[in-house]
């Protein structure tokens, strides 16, 4: 615990003008991110008497170590800055709620030549229409299935539309008059871009009149005696009101505008949002947060305006916004939003009328939804930590372990050798700190030669961390090994993200700063971050390894971490056919109750590392599997093997193209198109492409093992099965 004192700055060095401040800990981890229309009086307030802090505050200024700012010209750029780092560092002193980006959209995807309507989650993309959010995605495909009657536009993935275009025949949806077939040519590209159009105005609200264009269209049809004709618009007509009727009006004068709510006590606070357009409430989220520090609620409105709008421009920032209380001063935050709409933003609180009325709805559901929170959460609390203390009773351990890593080898009869490192905080997973490994040391099957090798290189890695920031020095601990350095970057560990059924796990889009793509290595220990504050990869240490077996891998483990002279955290291995917990020197493993928490709370690491692993073998198999001559060519990246394919139509053509006719590429020179050609001439010929379902050998354009390995696509003869042989 650090004494504020002792980083204190000087009065005289703190200007007393706009700006944003930034508390470190000795780490260099950033902590905190404010801002102050006055950094002088404000930074003041963090170095008075400790007894006279708030809790969390004083939690805060004793866990740092440094403060440091920037000035600023005005509170609006302030704003901006102040949100773009609380973004780039994730603070865990400030403000963070949950469950944003995860409520799905109503998208349009305008930027395609034949707009797609689908159902879209995460980050926002350019040239994408959004409506909503919506609570749940069956309420986006029911809304959506009653407009397809009227607005036939294309809903189907990329990959259908391509093979309906390719066979010449539309989906289902196209024979029952749900969608307009563009892949057929039923329609132009531009009249079905005009369709996505007027789907569009109408999730904008833009209704009445469209309803009174198709009316006058059904009576002229039954003037006409086109009585089939006036039936079906009768019926579109009636499907576009049933649509309406989910969303009623609230506000009776067409109003654009969003409402947010504001339910908390003194540990935490529920927001809520109401989404409406054109006086129909057309979306609504809401959001949990701890109150890790002492906050007004005009400031969590302010945190809540910066999480909604802080990535939106022009429509999507409506109006008018309607708040429970405004943040102090409101004028800086009115003119960002203005700024971020493009034109004037009347940000207030509502004192009569409808739009009290529905803000007092809105507050009703915010406290609703702590309620729920707070009730889901004690109960969660109060399993988890029993499963802890139980686990630490069970292995003799001092503290509750709330940092578990788990370790598991996967393999396919000892080919694709792979192993995983999943990480749980507080029993729950931490995904974004999950890892992968590529066995390198040796080839072959040997669990706990690998199991070794991976423990080695996790906590070499960590102890090159401890040296960068001067927690770990040449004295260390006794019989310490060096940590890695430059010259093992080789040996370090590969980092990627998890399978696409679980949340996004690394990548900077996917939420992991500095994860390298599968099957590379990670940059030597000096390059994995700058002194910037963000998070390290490898900088944490866990209170308890858990391994995937029994007693030799908990051997392989315990050894590994005795090489590199670390003896403060604890080891053992969960076995899969007894569930047996064994400890390092043992004879005989711990039997745990099998209605333990612990039990089960050890499981569900070991069942989650065994999945992560797995999953990343898998990859590797398929990528091996759909190998072929053109990733032989040194420097032939995915872009000139692209534009190879499409030059010549498939890889047999390729195949037999002369070196001039490679060069005719764009991007392909002489002595690239020679590498192509003595890579084929080395190739073998390949195998004919069999049908599995029917034995058939196919005269496919496409050559196999360079296509994109999906189900049902021929494969060669002779090649292994996915299902086959000992997978684990």
């Not at 034109?343 to 207030?348: E, F, P």
């Not at 002279?565 to 020197?585: F, M, N, Q, S, T």
């Not at 354009?701 to 296509?707: D, H, L, R, S």
Request: hydrophobic share 35%; with cysteine; proline share 6%.
């Amino acid at each position: 615990m650090a004494d504020p004192s002792s980083y204190r700055p000087k009065p005289g060095e703190i200007p007393d003008s706009p700006g944003v401040y930034r508390f470190r800990d000795e780490h260099r981890r950033v902590i905190y991110v404010g801002k102050a229309k006055s950094l002088r009086q404000r930074l003041a307030n963090y170095f008075q008497d400790l007894a006279g802090l708030h809790p969390r505050t004083r939690s805060m200024v004793t866990t740092a170590a440094s403060v440091e700012w920037t000035v600023v010209s005005t509170e609006v750029e302030a704003l901006q800055l102040e949100y773009s780092w609380i973004k780039e560092y994730d603070p865990r002193f400030n403000v963070k709620y949950r469950d944003d980006k995860s409520y799905p959209y109503l998208a349009v995807t305008m930027n395609e030549q034949f707009p797609r309507v689908q159902v879209m989650r995460g980050h926002k993309k350019k040239g994408v229409r959004y409506f909503g959010p919506y609570a749940h995605a069956w309420a986006i495909r029911d809304t959506v299935d009653l407009l397809l009657r009227v607005f036939p536009v294309r809903t189907c993935s990329a990959g259908v539309f391509k093979n309906a275009a390719r066979t010449g025949r539309p989906c289902l949806l196209g024979y029952i008059d749900k969608c307009s077939a563009p892949c057929v040519d039923r329609i132009s590209a531009e009249d079905h871009r005009e369709l996505a159009e007027e789907f569009c105005d109408f999730m904008a609200g833009r209704t009445g009149t469209y309803l009174r264009r198709l009316e006058q269209r059904m009576a002229q049809a039954a003037e006409d005696m086109e009585y089939e004709r006036a039936a079906r618009l009768r019926d579109d007509i009636g499907a576009l009101k049933k649509a309406m009727e989910k969303n009623a009006v609230v506000l009776a004068d067409a109003t654009d505008a969003d409402l947010i709510a504001v339910a908390e006590d003194e540990l935490e606070a529920a927001v809520q949002i109401f989404h409406v357009r054109g006086g129909r409430v057309r979306g609504q989220r809401g959001w949990v947060t701890d109150k890790v520090e002492e906050i007004t609620t005009g400031a969590l409105v302010e945190h809540a305006l910066q999480q909604l709008y802080g990535e939106e421009t022009g429509d999507a920032v409506p109006r008018e916004v309607l708040v429970p209380a405004l943040p102090d001063p409101v004028e800086p935050v009115q003119e960002w939003l203005t700024g971020r709409r493009g034109a004037n933003v009347s940000l207030r609180v509502p004192q009569r009328g409808d739009k009290k009325a529905l803000m007092e709805t809105v507050q009703r559901n915010a406290q609703q939804a702590l309620v729920l929170h707070k009730t889901k959460r004690a109960s969660d609390l109060t399993t988890r930590s029993r499963a802890l203390e139980e686990i630490a009773e069970a292995l003799d351990l001092d503290s509750a372990p709330l940092r578990i890593e788990c370790y598991d080898i996967s393999h396919l009869q000892g080919d694709d050798v792979v192993a995983s490192m999943v990480v749980f905080e507080d029993g729950l997973a931490r995904k974004s700190e999950y890892r992968r490994f590529q066995i390198k040391s040796f080839a072959g099957q040997d669990d706990v030669r690998s199991m070794h090798e991976v423990i080695t290189r996790r906590f070499r890695r960590y102890l090159a961390e401890k040296e960068r920031t001067g927690e770990w020095t040449d004295s260390g601990p006794a019989g310490a090994a060096a940590p890695a350095g430059p010259a093992e970057g080789a040996d370090a560990a590969t980092a990627g993200p998890a399978d696409g059924a679980d949340a996004a796990t690394a990548g900077p889009a996917d939420g992991v700063e500095g994860a390298a793509p599968g099957g590379l290595a990670e940059p030597p220990a000096d390059t994995l971050t700058e002194d910037d504050g963000r998070p390290k990869r490898f900088a944490y240490p866990p209170q308890l390894v858990v391994v995937d077996g029994g007693a030799p891998q908990v051997a392989a483990a315990r050894r590994a971490l005795d090489e590199l002279g670390i003896d403060d955290i604890a080891v053992c291995g969960l076995a899969k056919r007894l569930e047996e917990v064994w400890l390092p020197g043992e004879d005989d493993p711990v039997v745990m109750p099998r209605t333990s928490e612990g039990l089960y709370l050890l499981q569900r690491v070991r069942d989650e590392a065994h999945r992560f692993a797995i999953t990343y073998q898998r990859t590797r198999r398929a990528k091996r599997f759909r190998a072929g001559p053109l990733d032989e060519v040194p420097g032939l990246g995915e872009a000139r093997k692209r534009a190879l394919i499409k030059h010549f139509g498939s890889v047999r053509k390729l195949r037999s193209a002369t070196i001039e006719q490679i060069c005719e590429v764009p991007g392909i020179g002489r002595k690239t198109a020679e590498v192509i050609a003595a890579a084929f001439a080395r190739a073998a010929p390949p195998a004919p492409a069999v049908n599995t379902a029917t034995g058939e050998i196919m005269d496919d354009e496409e050559e196999p093992g360079q296509a994109t390995g999906s189900p049902g696509e021929p494969v060669s003869a002779g090649a292994p099965d996915d299902r086959r042989g000992q997978e684990r």
